[in-house]
């Protein structure tokens, strides 16, 4: 059990004295009132997502900007170029193209004039003076807008801290009631969570905590008679694990009495006389509600509503719930729900290419690995460390890529996920940082090792690993193996060749699902962000296909395609329109423009898309 110093709200509270913390609220003299979920923030979230999908979006727009102060510098080199001919002053045979500037060079006679040597060195200046300027305003706008998302997302998640300061008051005032010296534990309170996990979860665990007291934990004396310390312990964990948040609650009190149970159940005639029933079966009982072992009602137990509550809340949410009881050594409940975005500290990898965050709770350690130390583990799907041998998962192929290359050197980083544990091959460490792990859209095609997406500081998605995924495909990797390495060679020009795909979307979030669709069947993809900005892109790269959403500010998907079939360079091009309007006149205005394919977003079908591109454009 983790040590209580491990949380971030008081270590342990003594229920038998004044608990008075900081954050508590007061209790009324007569109890009530606390049968109410607690609210620890504000349930209405949707003006801090749209904020921050609007952040995300004006950070994606710097990407041009930053191409753009590219050509900006590049004028200042060649004006600062001319300058330097023009000081010089002579003319002749061309003896040298500066690369970079385009402007020849060599010896001659002067042939310019003091004033236009003197103008190209005051354009050369000012350029400079533009581009300098233009760099601290781009960066000092993408500091501000980092500001402000990390201000968002501080109002969009809650520590858990607010959930465990309630559940101190609600064990206090049930163990004032019961007559019970009780210590309460809360762990993990540093974790941020999505206010509405939170709110759902606190008061179910509130019912939690108090049948803890109420029906667990002894009188003192009992205890002591029993051979255990005089006070009762009450313990809730909140970890992450991936796509849920596990609220683990244990007591150190006599279990629940299952004789009790089945005599309640049988006289409410849930249970036959003599019908064997084991553990699991009463405690299944005890689940749906209605039976309590109480002897009377009182302010905070003895209602039979605790358990089914918290089964009703975890079916809402659709998460589960456990209970493990042991007579004379305690309970175990762990409710486990489904999150919407959570906070972590993550370790940033990269492995063929591809970034990934490990959550840094899960990772045990970072072993560095020759080329003769990665060819060995991945030949044998194992390494040995500390006696141990561990499953060896190279992290490009569970990421769906191809199998990785032999490398020089590599880092295995040691994930574990409960008692099992894998390590993933990654091509190096970039560091930590915290992370906002948001879901993965519905129609994502995400494997297990995945557990939702972060955004880094320019905007971009990244996938966040999910330990407990990592280690069930550690246990069943195979590494592809090949005998001909000039097949392998003539497969990898093959995919340099290709010519990748363009996504054309306003959407942060749509540009993301398609990219991850795409790049999950092997096609390499550019984003735009808008019908501008995609015919721009077209007419500097030669693309394979046209993935183009049709509602879009300005040059909207219809006349992007229109515009492209006109274009005698870029009519070849086939192009997929992707839109929320589903109606008969849409689809034919989509056929009339030269559109190849017309997909629905809320028919969507991933395969039949991949089926539509691969038709257009061959097999990734």
Excluded at 104 to 115: I, V, W, Y
Excluded at 405 to 423: E, F, Q, S
Excluded at 519 to 538: C, F, K, P, T
Excluded at 587 to 604: I, L
Aim: proline share 6%.
């Amino acid at each position: 059990m983790p040590h209580p110093a491990h949380a971030a709200t008081p270590e342990s509270w003594r229920t038998d004295e004044d608990p008075a913390p900081a954050a508590s609220l007061p209790v009324p003299p007569d109890g009530s009132g606390m049968s109410a979920p607690a609210q620890p923030v504000r349930s209405e979230t949707s003006d801090v997502d749209e904020l921050l999908e609007a952040v995300d979006e004006a950070h994606a727009r710097f990407g041009p900007i930053r191409r753009q102060l590219g050509i900006v510098q590049r004028a200042h080199r060649a004006a600062a170029a001319l300058a330097d001919q023009l000081r010089v002053g002579r003319t002749g045979a061309v003896t040298h193209i500066d690369p970079v500037t385009g402007l020849g060079q060599g010896g001659g006679e002067p042939r310019h004039s003091d004033q236009a040597g003197a103008m190209a060195s005051r354009l050369a200046a000012e350029l400079g003076v533009l581009g300098r300027q233009l760099t601290e305003t781009v960066e000092q706008v993408e500091r501000e807008l980092d500001d402000v998302r990390g201000r968002a997302e501080r109002l969009r998640l809650v520590p858990v801290a607010s959930v465990l300061t309630t559940l101190h008051r609600a064990v206090h005032d049930a163990s004032t009631v019961h007559n019970r010296r009780v210590v309460f534990e809360g762990c993990g309170g540093e974790l941020r969570l999505d206010p509405h996990v939170l709110s759902q979860t606190s008061g179910a665990l509130q019912h939690v905590v108090r049948n803890a007291v109420a029906h667990g934990i002894e009188p003192a004396e009992e205890r002591l008679a029993a051979g255990k310390p005089a006070d009762g312990h009450v313990t809730v964990t909140v970890t992450h694990r991936g796509k849920f948040a596990a609220f683990e609650c244990r007591d150190d009190g006599r279990g629940f009495d299952l004789a009790a149970v089945r005599r309640t159940a049988e006289a409410q005639g849930l249970l036959s006389p003599g019908e064997p029933a084991d553990s699991r079966a009463l405690m299944a009982m005890l689940m749906r509600g209605g039976i309590s072992t109480a002897a009377s009602v009182t302010a905070v137990s003895g209602r039979g509503i605790g358990l089914d509550a918290v089964r009703d809340m975890a079916e809402q949410l659709g998460g589960d719930v456990s209970i493990d009881t042991t007579p004379g050594a305690g309970t175990r409940l762990e409710l486990v729900v489904p999150l919407s975005l959570v906070s972590l500290h993550g370790l940033i990898v990269e492995a063929g290419g591809s970034l990934a965050s490990v959550p840094l709770d899960a990772v045990e350690t970072c072993l560095r690995m020759t080329g003769e130390e990665v060819a060995a583990a991945a030949s044998a799907e194992v390494i040995t460390h500390d006696g141990r041998v561990i499953p060896f998962l190279p992290l490009a192929r569970a990421l769906g890529g191809p199998a990785p290359a032999v490398k020089a050197a590599a880092v295995a980083v040691v994930v574990k996920a409960g008692p099992d544990i894998v390590a993933i091959c990654v091509d190096r460490l970039l560091g930590t940082s915290v992370l906002i792990v948001r879901p993965l859209p519905e129609l994502a095609p995400a494997g297990p090792v995945i557990s939702g997406l972060s955004m880094d500081a320019e905007g971009n998605p990244r996938l966040v690993l999910d330990p407990h995924g990592l280690v069930a495909a550690g246990g069943r990797v195979t590494v592809a193996r090949t005998g001909d390495p000039a097949a392998l060679i003539s497969a990898e020009d093959t995919t340099k060749e290709r010519r990748p795909i363009l996504v054309v979307d306003d959407s942060l979030t749509t540009r993301m699902l398609e990219q991850s669709i795409l790049e999950s069947a092997g096609y390499q993809v550019d984003l735009a962000a808008s019908g501008e900005e995609g015919l721009e892109r077209a007419r500097y790269r030669s693309y394979a296909l046209f993935l183009v959403d049709v509602d879009m500010p300005g040059i909207d998907g219809f006349t992007f395609v229109e515009q492209t079939r006109a274009d005698p360079v870029l009519r070849e091009t086939p192009a997929i329109l992707v839109t929320s309007r589903s109606s008969a006149e849409d689809r034919r205005r989509g056929s009339d423009v030269g559109a190849s394919a017309y997909v629905v977003k809320s028919e969507f079908d991933q395969e039949q898309l991949l089926d539509y591109i691969k038709g257009l454009v061959g097999a990734a």
